[in-house]
């Protein structure tokens, strides 16, 4: 089982950049798929990026270019550092953990809220 905790959010202008950062404590985290997802009011849960503890990372079409997610695994920590942004950023940004076995559940963080102004 793996405890997942955010820090970073806030409010930025439009262009601005903010870090977002997610310390997982637990389990062994190099076992873990890492991602980030965001969910807009009134709109459903949406991946954002995601990356393997070998490095291999996957991004919404909407933020390729913008965004970067990486981790350190010797501080089991995933960070996301999201550049350029835009008011259709603003959204609650999770993290999000899944054990590589198969069948195991999802881990959630509590949320951070990002907030980009016009």
């Known amino acids: 089982q793996v405890q997942l905790v955010e820090s970073g959010g806030g409010l930025v202008q439009a262009g601005g950049s903010l870090r977002l950062s997610c310390a997982a404590s637990?389990?062994?985290?190099?076992?873990?798929?890492m991602g980030w997802y965001r969910q807009a009011p009134g709109k459903q849960r949406e991946l954002v990026a995601v990356?393997?503890?070998?490095?291999?990372?996957n991004y919404a079409d909407s933020v390729k270019g913008r965004f970067t997610i990486s981790r350190y695994n010797a501080k089991n920590t995933v960070y996301l550092q999201m550049n350029s942004l835009k008011p259709e950023d603003t959204a609650v940004y999770y993290c999000h953990a899944k054990h590589y076995r198969i069948g195991s559940i999802d881990y959630w963080g509590q949320g951070t809220q990002v907030t980009v102004s016009a």
């Open positions: 637990g389990d062994n985290f190099s076992n873990y798929l």
């Open positions: 990356m393997t503890s070998g490095g291999s990372t």
